[in-house]
């Protein structure tokens, strides 16, 4: 049984910093590709950066880019998502997602339907 659990967020002024953890369980961690997706209230979810397996390669959303930044640790089953610089409309709930085992290489790496399995989330407020 997939598991991913987050934790991590909480309320910072505009110029903060956080730092998300997402803790995996329940598969073979270390040969999904895995991402970070947020939704706001009355907004769809966004992907926002992804990962490769092997924690080589990464991609951002540009809204996010230069400020936030993916990494993962494979022994501690650990997926992460530093942000700084935040903004008011950073405040969202953040998801950790895992990517489905036909995910390859080359494809969309924010488009949440590529992703099949999802943590419960946690809330990031960013106050101006």
């Known amino acids: 049984q997939v598991q991913l659990a987050e934790s991590g967020g909480g309320s910072v002024q505009a110029g903060g910093s956080l730092r998300l953890s997402c803790v995996a369980s329940?598969?073979?961690?270390?040969?999904?590709?895995m991402g970070w997706f947020r939704q706001a209230p009355g907004k769809e979810r966004e992907g926002v950066a992804s990962?490769?397996?092997?924690?080589?390669?990464?991609w951002y959303v540009d809204s996010v880019k230069g400020r936030f930044t993916i990494s993962r640790d494979n022994r501690r089953r650990a997926l992460y998502l530093q942000m700084t610089s935040l903004k008011p409309e950073d405040t969202a709930m953040y998801y950790c997602?895992?990517?489905?085992?036909?995910?390859?290489?080359?494809?969309?790496?924010?488009?949440?339907?590529?992703?099949?399995?999802w943590g419960q989330g946690t809330q990031v407020t960013v106050s101006s």
């Open positions: 329940g598969y073979t961690y270390d040969t999904y590709y």
């Open positions: 997602a895992r990517a489905r085992a036909s995910f390859a290489y080359g494809g969309n790496y924010f488009a949440s339907q590529n992703y099949d399995s």
């Open positions: 990962i490769s397996p092997r924690g080589s390669t990464t």
